[in-house]
C-alpha cells in the first residue's frame, strides 16, 4: 500500500523535504571558517546579504555595489544569484536578504532561500544573525511535500553553517518537525486515517519519558465511551463503520506550574452526514482532524522544548458518514455531563464532538486554562479569509497571550466576539439547545457555533481558535504548502513555551 514513509516513521516523524536524518539526529549544523565556504557542482550556497555586512565569502563586488545592481533592497524574501570564483571555474551563490532581522523577517527569508534549492542535492546557507530558530523553521517547512507515491525526486538537503547557533536551530528543528507531523495527519486520506488509526498515531508521537519529564495516554474505543456517556461523539460517529475515539494524551513536567487542556477536533472525515455535503464542499474534509492534529503535534514537542507547564490534550475523533445508521437531523442527543441537544443540522458536528471534551475537562481535569482548536466554521474563512485564525475567548488576559504567541510565531489571530445578544440563536423547543440556529435572525455562523461551545466550559477561561479558513493552504507559498498547513502548531508551542 503506497503510504508516505514519514507518517510511518517512529515517534517524531520528517515532512519528506525536511531531509533530516535518521530520527532525533542532530541538526547538520556545520562550522565556518575550519573550511573554504564554496559552492560544490550538485550543491548552492546562500548567504545573507546586507549593505553593511562584511559577506563570508567573496564577491565579485561589494555588497552595496551587488544590491544596486541588482535592484534589490535586501528585503527579506529577497534573493539574488551571483556568480563567483569557483576554483577554476564560475560558482553561484545565492545572496539572500533578511529585512528587518526580526523572527517573521528571518522566517520569511529562509522559506524563500530553501524554496530556491528545489532540484538540488543540498543547500548550505550561512546563517544570519539574530532569531535563528526562525529562521530554520522558515526554510525546513518551505521544503514540506506530501505525496503518497514514490518520490522520484530527492527532497534538497539543507545544511546550515553557523555553530553558535546550533541551539536554536535545534529548536527551529522541533518546531518544524511538529508542524510537519500535523501536515502528514492532515494530509493522510481518510480511507487510512480513520479515528483509531488517529489514536494509534498519537500515542505512537507522544507517549514515553526521559528526564523530568512524562507523557502517558488513555483511549475511549465506543464501549468506553458508552459507558462514559460521552454522546456526542457517539452520536457523530455512529454512522461509520470506523467507530468513534475519544484519545486523552497527559504531559506531566517535573514541578508543572499549572495546568492547561487542549482540545482537538478530530472528524476523519466530514460528509455532512445525512446533511450532505455537496461534493465541492466535501472534497476537502479530509482535513477536517486538523485541529486534533495539532493537539497530537504540540503534545509531542513538549519535552523537546522544556514546556514547564502540564498540559492534556484531547482529541475527539469521529466520522462523520453518510449511512442508514447516521443520526437523523431532529434527532435529540445527550452529551457528557448530560445536557440534551437538538441535532437540527447533522453538518454542525464539530460541536458536539467538542462539547463532550470539554464538559469533561471541565468535570474532571480541573484545568487553569482550556484551548480548544477546530475546523468549526466555514462561515469563518469568509469573515476573515485564508491568513488570520480566529480567537474567541472567555477571559480577556487569554485572548491577549494567544494574540501575542500568534505574532512571535507567524500565526497571526483576529480576535471574534462572543456577543451574549446571539445566545437566544442556539434555543431549542425540545431540548436544552439546538446545534444550529434554527431560523436566520441572528446569522454569524461562527459566532453562534463559539457560543455553542461556550456552554459546555463552565466558568474556566477557555479560548476557542476556528481554523477552518487557515488550516488547509491552495498553493506552496512562503512557510506553506498545498494542502494542510499545520496551524495552530507554532502558535501553541510559542504560548506554551512563554507560560
Ligand atoms: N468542517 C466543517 C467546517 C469547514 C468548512 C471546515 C470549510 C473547513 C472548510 C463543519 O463541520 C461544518 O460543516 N460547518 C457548517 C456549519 C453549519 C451547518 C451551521 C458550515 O460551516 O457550513
Ligand atoms: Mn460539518
Ligand atoms: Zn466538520
Known amino acids: 500500500?503506497?503510504?508516505?514513509?514519514?507518517?510511518?516513521?517512529?515517534?517524531?516523524?520528517?515532512?519528506?523535504?525536511?531531509?533530516?536524518?535518521?530520527?532525533?539526529?542532530?541538526?547538520?549544523?556545520?562550522?565556518?571558517?575550519?573550511?573554504?565556504?564554496?559552492?560544490?557542482?550538485?550543491?548552492?550556497?546562500?548567504?545573507?546579504?546586507?549593505?553593511?555586512?562584511?559577506?563570508?565569502?567573496?564577491?565579485?563586488?561589494?555588497?552595496?555595489?551587488?544590491?544596486?545592481?541588482?535592484?534589490?533592497?535586501?528585503?527579506?524574501?529577497?534573493?539574488?544569484?551571483?556568480?563567483?570564483?569557483?576554483?577554476?571555474?564560475?560558482?553561484?551563490?545565492?545572496?539572500?536578504?533578511?529585512?528587518?532581522?526580526?523572527?517573521?523577517?528571518?522566517?520569511?527569508?529562509?522559506?524563500?532561500?530553501?524554496?530556491?534549492?528545489?532540484?538540488?542535492?543540498?543547500?548550505?546557507?550561512?546563517?544570519?544573525?539574530?532569531?535563528?530558530?526562525?529562521?530554520?523553521?522558515?526554510?525546513?517547512?518551505?521544503?514540506?511535500?506530501?505525496?503518497?507515491?514514490?518520490?522520484?525526486?530527492?527532497?534538497?538537503?539543507?545544511?546550515?553553517?553557523?555553530?553558535?547557533?546550533?541551539?536554536?536551530v535545534a529548536r527551529g528543528r522541533v518546531?518544524?518537525?511538529?508542524?510537519?507531523?500535523?501536515?502528514?495527519?492532515?494530509?493522510?486520506?481518510?480511507?487510512?486515517?480513520?479515528?483509531?488509526?488517529?489514536?494509534?498515531?498519537?500515542?505512537?508521537?507522544?507517549?514515553?519519558?526521559?528526564?523530568?519529564?512524562?507523557?502517558?495516554?488513555?483511549?475511549?474505543?465506543?464501549?468506553?465511551?458508552?459507558?462514559?456517556?460521552?454522546?456526542?461523539?457517539?452520536?457523530?460517529?455512529?454512522?461509520?463503520?470506523?467507530?468513534?475515539?475519544?484519545?486523552?494524551?497527559?504531559?506531566?513536567?517535573?514541578?508543572?506550574?499549572?495546568?492547561?487542556?487542549?482540545?482537538?477536533?478530530?472528524?476523519?472525515?466530514?460528509?455532512?452526514?445525512?446533511?450532505?455535503?455537496?461534493?465541492?464542499?466535501m472534497k476537502f474534509m479530509k482535513t477536517d482532524m486538523a485541529g486534533g492534529a495539532v493537539v497530537i503535534a504540540v503534545l509531542g514537542a513538549l519535552a523537546s522544548l522544556g514546556v514547564r507547564v502540564r498540559v492534556t490534550g484531547l482529541v475527539a475523533a469521529a466520522e462523520n458518514a453518510f449511512s442508514g445508521a447516521a443520526q437523523r437531523p431532529s434527532d435529540v442527543i445527550t452529551q457528557y455531563g448530560g445536557r440534551t441537544v437538538e441535532v437540527l443540522n447533522t453538518d454542525a458536528e464539530g460541536r458536539l464532538v467538542l462539547a463532550d471534551a470539554l464538559a469533561y475537562a471541565d468535570a474532571e481535569l480541573d484545568p487553569d486554562v482550556m484551548v480548544d482548536v477546530a475546523t468549526l466554521t466555514g462561515a469563518i474563512s469568509i469573515a476573515l479569509g485564508k491568513g488570520l485564525g480566529a480567537v474567541f475567548a472567555s477571559d480577556d488576559a487569554l485572548a491577549a497571550e494567544l494574540i501575542e504567541a500568534g505574532e512571535g510565531s507567524g500565526e497571526q489571530l483576529w480576535r471574534m466576539p462572543l456577543i451574549d445578544d446571539y445566545v437566544p440563536a442556539l434555543e431549542s423547543s425540545v431540548a436544552d439547545l439546538s446545534n444550529i440556529e434554527a431560523g436566520s435572525a441572528y446569522g454569524a455562523g461562527s459566532i453562534t457555533a463559539a457560543l455553542f461551545l461556550r456552554e459546555f466550559t463552565g466558568k474556566r477561561p477557555w479560548a476557542h481558535l476556528d481554523i477552518a479558513g487557515v488550516g488547509r493552504s491552495g498553493a506552496d507559498e512562503g512557510v506553506l504548502s498545498k494542502g494542510a498547513t499545520g496551524y495552530g502548531v507554532r502558535l501553541l508551542l510559542e504560548w506554551l513555551s512563554r507560560r
Open 175 to 281: 518546531v518544524a518537525e511538529a508542524v510537519a507531523l500535523a501536515r502528514d495527519l492532515t494530509n493522510t486520506p481518510s480511507s487510512v486515517k480513520s479515528p483509531a488509526w488517529l489514536a494509534e498515531r498519537a500515542l505512537e508521537h507522544t507517549v514515553g519519558e526521559g528526564d523530568g519529564w512524562k507523557i502517558s495516554a488513555r483511549v475511549w474505543d465506543e464501549e468506553a465511551l458508552k459507558s462514559g456517556r460521552f454522546g456526542g461523539i457517539l452520536a457523530v460517529g455512529q454512522g461509520s463503520v470506523t467507530p468513534p475515539r475519544l484519545i486523552r494524551l497527559s504531559y506531566e513536567p517535573e514541578g508543572a506550574t499549572g495546568h492547561v487542556v487542549l482540545v482537538g477536533k478530530g472528524i476523519t472525515y466530514d460528509t455532512g452526514g445525512l446533511s450532505l455535503k455537496p461534493t465541492d464542499n
Open 1 to 168: 500500500m503506497p503510504i508516505s514513509p514519514h507518517v510511518l516513521l517512529p515517534r517524531v516523524p520528517y515532512g519528506q523535504g525536511l531531509s533530516a536524518g535518521p530520527s532525533g539526529a542532530a541538526a547538520p549544523v556545520t562550522s565556518q571558517g575550519a573550511e573554504p565556504v564554496a559552492p560544490g557542482a550538485a550543491e548552492l550556497l546562500a548567504v545573507p546579504f546586507s549593505p553593511d555586512r562584511e559577506p563570508e565569502i567573496e564577491l565579485p563586488l561589494p555588497p552595496a555595489a551587488l544590491l544596486a545592481h541588482y535592484e534589490a533592497k535586501g528585503e527579506a524574501g529577497e534573493i539574488v544569484e551571483v556568480p563567483v570564483a569557483n576554483g577554476d571555474g564560475v560558482g553561484r551563490v545565492l545572496l539572500y536578504g533578511v529585512g528587518d532581522g526580526t523572527a517573521s523577517a528571518l522566517r520569511k527569508a529562509g522559506a524563500a532561500v530553501a524554496r530556491r534549492g528545489k532540484g538540488k542535492e543540498a543547500l548550505r546557507i550561512v546563517l544570519p544573525e539574530g532569531p535563528v530558530a526562525a529562521f530554520t523553521e522558515g526554510a525546513l517547512l518551505a521544503t514540506y511535500t506530501f505525496r503518497m507515491s514514490e518520490t522520484t525526486s530527492e527532497p534538497v538537503r539543507l545544511e546550515f553553517v553557523g555553530e553558535e547557533a546550533a541551539d536554536e
